[in-house]
T-cell receptor, first 110, second 117 residues
Framework: GESVGLHLPTLSVQEGDNSIINCAYS??????FIWYKQESGKGPQFIID?????DKRQGQRVTVLLNKTVKHLSLQIAATQPGDSAVYFC?????????FGKGTKLSVKP | GAVVSQHPSWVICKSGTSVKIECRSL??????MFWYRQFPKQSLMLMAT?????????EQGVEKDKFLINHASLTLSTLTVTSAHPEDSSFYICSARGQAGGYNEQFFGPGTRLTVL
């Protein structure tokens, strides 16, 4: 069935380093992708999105890359800070429905 | 971004009782609301999608008679877990999308943690 998954369940980085979180999706009809951040006990927060007609989009300290050929997207966080520690989910959308990946827990070491 | 609230933020109930969770869009009108369930260390699973004034569309495997959804107004949707059992214990998250909103206009509530004893 349709799925959106992440490559690694956990990622530990040093404060100040760049973080890269990867995600794979199965539905080639997905035309929209979002990265969410979820802190413990809270709902997801929107980080950045990208449409399938783009392969890169930049925000503040974050960049999302989309490779439709291999159905892969990544989230890059520059100069990772302790406040970035959270679980990150990618979600893929088609016809109004979002499917969430499993999540990667990012831990930032001071 | 827009604000979506949920009430209560947590609830503990006895097995067999029913629990109602409210989801409100505070500063916009939400024509579509989504209800998700999230078990510990797992991802969000969509339970149902509701449009204001019409019946909710449930995902496969979600019992519509157990999880009653009412989207009576453009700012309020409720999820009632009927005859709750311990296996229903989970984190329930709602999301709201405005009339002209696309995917990125889907805002999430803070979640409600349900514990069934």
């Amino acid at each position: 069935g349709e799925s959106v998954g992440l490559h690694l369940p956990t990622l530990s980085v040093q404060e100040g380093d760049n973080s890269i979180i990867n995600c794979a999706y199965s539905n080639s009809a997905s035309d929209y992708f979002i990265w969410y951040k979820q802190e413990s006990g809270k709902g997801p927060q929107f980080i950045i999105d990208i449409r399938s007609n783009m392969d890169k989009r930049q925000g503040q300290r974050v960049t999302v890359l989309l490779n439709k050929t291999v159905k892969h997207l990544s989230l890059q966080i520059a100069a990772t800070q302790p406040g970035d520690s959270a679980v990150y989910f990618c979600a893929g959308g088609s016809q109004g429905n979002l499917i969430f990946g499993k999540g990667t827990k990012l831990s930032v070491k001071p | 971004g827009a604000v979506v609230s949920q009430h209560p933020s947590w609830v503990i109930c006895k097995s067999g009782t029913s629990v109602k969770i409210e989801c409100r869009s505070l500063d916009f009108q939400a024509t579509t609301m989504f209800w998700y369930r999230q078990f510990p260390k797992q991802s969000l699973m969509l339970m149902a999608t509701s449009n204001e004034g019409s019946k909710a569309t449930y995902e496969q495997g979600v019992e519509k008679d157990k999880f009653l959804i009412n989207h009576a107004s453009l700012t309020l949707s409720t999820l009632t877990v009927t005859s709750a059992h311990p296996e229903d214990s989970s984190f329930y998250i709602c999301s709201a999308r405005g009339q002209a909103g696309g995917y990125n206009e889907q805002f999430f509530g803070p979640g409600t943690r349900l514990t069934v004893l």
